[in-house]
């Protein structure tokens, strides 16, 4: 745990932080509290991210694809991918990545005794040594459909770090059949504007973009209804109240699949 410099804040730990976990340390709950004060439903917004995260992730599973690749994971929480799977397929795999010590470090105390899942330490900006690290080779065969995932995490690329081609790297890896699970912050409302520069100025990160630079991302695939809308709208368990708040028009995603 010595790789782990508590005066520096983390995306994991923040975002843990926003969703009342405990693996996070006061500089990471001070963004999570500036955070607050400007979407006070951030908390929310964190909630609403996972649970797409699980809907779409069923739906996956539910669709035939047995193995995952969840990049830029974040700390282990309710409705992780591994457990959605598993629920459809117990033979479903899944390889989590994500560049902070501290997801491996709790990651392989939960996934001791899960021979189908793993947690890899690397850069997601660094797609080539990613796709050919020895642990994501062990789990994920290329051959066959895989389950992309980018869950709120491309935000935290710039526009100077290539997202889109890092994007693309990663698809150009995948056999037609996979599909491909994005979610983003979204720049719909002055509220959403004033956070992301609150986080470039705290975090260093956290790039807003419009819906249609969101759904640039998933150029080439057939969207899956209902294509890129805000998170509570997509495949909703029940009604979603109109008009929209805030908090729900923060992130936006939706699931593509190549053919």
Not at 8 to 32: H, T
Not at 91 to 98: N, P
Request: glycine share 8%; hydrophobic share 45%; charged share 20%.
């Amino acid at each position: 745990m010595s790789e782990i410099d508590e005066t520096v804040p983390s995306i994991a730990r923040v975002y843990d932080a926003i969703l009342g976990g405990q693996d996070n340390f006061a500089v990471d709950q001070a963004i999570a509290r500036q955070s607050q004060e400007i979407v006070p439903e951030i908390g929310d917004v964190a909630r609403f991210n996972r649970a797409m995260l699980g809907r779409a992730v069923h739906a996956m599973a539910s669709a035939g694809i047995r193995q995952f690749l969840d990049l830029g994971s974040g700390l282990p929480t309710v409705q992780n991918t591994h457990q959605v799977a598993q629920a459809v397929a117990p033979d479903a795999r899944v390889v989590y990545v994500d560049i902070d010590p501290i997801v491996m470090a709790h990651g392989r105390t939960l996934l001791a005794e899960n021979r189908n899942t793993t947690v890899v330490t690397a850069d997601l900006r660094e797609p080539e040594a990613v796709l050919s690290h020895p642990d994501v080779r062990a789990l994920i065969d290329f051959d066959q459909p895989v389950g992309l995932m980018l869950v709120g995490v491309i935000h935290h690329l710039g526009d100077d770090e290539d997202p889109e081609g890092i994007v693309k790297t990663y698809l150009d890896a995948l056999p037609a059949g996979s599909r491909f699970l994005l979610t983003h912050f979204c720049a719909s409302s002055p509220d959403a504007l004033a956070l992301e520069g609150a986080l470039l100025t705290s975090l260093g990160t956290g790039r807003f973009r419009t819906l249609e630079e969101i759904t640039a991302y998933f150029d080439g695939l057939e969207l899956q209804a209902p294509g890129v809308v805000y998170l509570p709208q997509w495949r909703p368990e029940g009604p979603v109240a109109e008009p929209l708040t805030v908090g729900q028009r923060l992130m936006a995603g939706g699931l593509g699949l190549k053919h």
